[in-house]
């Protein structure tokens, strides 16, 4: 079976740190660019941030650029997305997809999403 699976998300407080994974089953990571998404209550889907396939460039959102740091082992078939000094406005729902578009795309494969808050 064909898709991708997030985890690591939880609760953690103001300027703390987490690690999300993006898992993929049925397919090989290291051949596409990854994307991480996020939906925050009441706002639309956002990018967060991509690696590229081949040479991993890395790409960030201004609003997370110098915090979140994104990578991939392709020997585990995973792709990680750091995050540090969390602020309470990185509470989301966050997706990692086989796109750093924020697109429909029937081809691209999409997580189910991994909730993360940030609170006291």
């Known amino acids: 079976q064909v898709q991708l699976v997030e985890s690591g998300g939880g609760l953690v407080q103001p300027g703390g740190s987490l690690r999300l994974s993006c898992a993929a089953s049925g397919f090989t990571l290291d051949y596409y660019a990854i994307g991480w998404f996020r939906e925050a209550p009441g706002k639309d889907r956002e990018w967060v941030s991509c690696?590229?396939?081949?040479?991993?460039?890395?790409y960030y959102a201004d609003s997370v650029k110098g915090r979140f740091t994104i990578s991939r082992d392709n020997a585990k078939n995973k792709v990680y997305l750091q995050m540090n000094s969390r602020e309470p406005e990185d509470t989301a729902v966050y997706y990692c997809?086989?796109?750093?578009?924020?697109?429909?795309?029937?081809?691209?494969?999409w997580g189910q999403g991994s909730q993360d808050i940030v609170s006291s």
């Open positions: 690696i590229s396939s081949g040479v991993d460039s890395t």
């Open positions: 997809a086989t796109t750093c578009e924020l697109r429909y795309d029937p081809y691209d494969y």
